[in-house]
């Protein structure tokens, strides 16, 4: 599973729980409040003033480390 803009907050970091220090260093704190139930990738940099394009691209690298089981 590619990651996008369009992705859900929430199904990321249910997904691929690896992805959390990417939003953290990314300044994007919310993975675990309510709008990330709904919100997509997109709105939620947008909402706090992240390149969005760049947190994809980092949040992929780190899903694509990991081994497929």
Do not use: W, Y
């Not at 803009?5 to 990417?22: F, G, Y």
């Not at 990330?36 to 394009?53: C, K, T």
């Amino acid at each position: 599973m590619s990651i996008s803009k369009d992705t859900p907050i929430e199904e990321i970091v249910q997904n691929h729980p690896q992805t959390i220090r990417i939003f953290f260093s990314h300044g994007l704190m919310c993975v675990g409040c309510p709008a990330a139930r709904f919100e997509s990738l997109e709105q939620g940099a947008i909402a706090h003033g992240i390149d969005v394009d760049e947190l994809v691209k980092d949040l992929n690298a780190v899903v694509e480390e990991q081994p497929t089981s």
